[in-house]
């Protein structure tokens, strides 16, 4: 094996807990899934090159997932579409966010997901998974250059909503925060410009 070869191999691993993983190109994933090693049942995303395994939903998690939907499909105009659990692909990732929000005139082939300049709006339903949402998710999404993410935080009874993504930094976030509680409303932001608001208890199972 060249050394070339062996700087590849290093440069597509990752440690964690001490072990060794390899890295997934996205290319690599989709092979897996064509050929049948996975299928689109089994609970695993890939993100940052990684095979992570999905949190199972409890059902206030599907419950406020349905009502996010219902309200973005409401308010968004013609052109954006809301999708439910679908992939977005990324450099490195593909995540399945609870909802997104996504151009329907984006002339993609019918073999390729929406990419990341074709998404405007993703949202994290949270509970148990609170943490990862927090944490790899956020960094995915900032990293991509995703506009706007918002957590639907379960626990806490509140929608996080992230904006003005990092894009390829060495640490990928949202440069700005701002938490909305039960009484006040969530701007809707799409393309920059605020297209409407919803109100936070709408969007809280009860």
């Keep these: 094996m060249s050394v070339a070869s062996v700087s590849s191999i290093a440069e597509r691993t990752v440690m964690a807990s001490n072990e060794p993983l390899w890295r997934l190109s996205v290319e690599q994933y989709h092979r897996m899934l064509q050929v049948g090693i996975l299928t689109e049942d089994d609970p695993i995303e890939l993100l940052?090159?990684?095979l992570v395994l999905k949190m199972i939903k409890s059902p206030r998690h599907c419950g406020a997932t349905r009502l996010v939907r219902r309200a973005l499909e409401r308010l968004v105009p013609d052109g954006w579409c809301?999708?439910?659990q679908d992939p977005i692909t990324l450099e490195d990732s593909e995540p399945e966010p609870?909802?997104?929000v996504t151009l329907t005139?984006?002339?993609q082939s019918p073999d390729r997901h929406?990419?990341?300049a074709e998404v405007g709006l993703v949202v994290e339903v949270s509970d148990a998974s609170l943490s990862a949402d927090r944490n790899r998710k956020k960094r995915v999404y900032a990293r991509a250059g995703v506009p706007v993410y918002w957590i639907v935080n379960l626990a806490s009874s509140r929608v996080e909503v992230y904006s003005q993504p990092s894009g390829q930094a060495e640490s990928p976030t949202y440069g700005h925060r701002q938490d909305?509680?039960?009484?006040?409303e969530v701007p809707v932001v799409l393309d920059?410009?605020?297209i409407g608001r919803l109100a936070v208890a709408d969007l809280l199972p009860s």
Aim: proline content about 4%.
């Design 180 to 184: 909305y509680v039960i009484g006040q």
């Design 98 to 100: 609870d909802v997104s």
């Design 48 to 50: 940052e090159g990684l």
């Design 114 to 116: 929406p990419s990341a």
């Design 82 to 84: 809301v999708d439910v």
């Design 105 to 107: 005139d984006r002339g």
């Design 192 to 194: 920059a410009h605020e």
